[in-house]
């Protein structure tokens, strides 16, 4: 079953990249496990324009997005961003899973398994 591609706001793409140049410890140390189709086979784009959003990792195969959280997320203003740009990330269909940065620095065991289980999820409901 061919997904259709979702769009995105061109003049994303620029910040898109530096922040891929610019990299928080937590993303880089998940990169290192979620690049060069390590996680069961499944391409993952790292700092992609969805939409109006730049969201921290994709699997478009999947509809997967996985999204890391600094303490800046605990603030109720940014709290609620969050919420609302899940929710449009949802309603575009994409299965959207978030982790602390704290878990991936301190267990990365646990991240990868959320992620694997997230992942045979996805494949079992789109048929793959």
Not at 46 to 55: A, E, G, S
Not at 73 to 90: C, G, K, N, P, T
């Amino acid at each position: 079953m061919k997904r259709p591609i979702i769009s995105y706001n061109p003049k994303l793409k620029k910040l898109a990249r530096e922040l891929r140049n610019n990299s928080t410890m937590s993303e880089i140390i998940l990169w290192k496990h979620l690049k060069g189709r390590q996680m069961y086979g499944y391409d993952f784009h790292r700092q992609r324009p969805v939409d109006q959003f730049i969201v921290d990792f994709i699997c478009s195969e999947l509809w997967l997005v996985i999204e890391l959280y600094g303490y800046s997320h605990l603030l109720e203003v940014q709290a609620a961003a969050d919420i609302a740009r899940e929710r449009r990330l949802q309603e575009l269909g994409l299965n959207v899973i978030r982790f602390w940065n704290e878990e991936v620095l301190k267990d990365i065991d646990y991240v990868l398994g959320a992620i694997e289980h997230e992942v045979l999820l996805q494949k079992r409901k789109l048929g793959l």
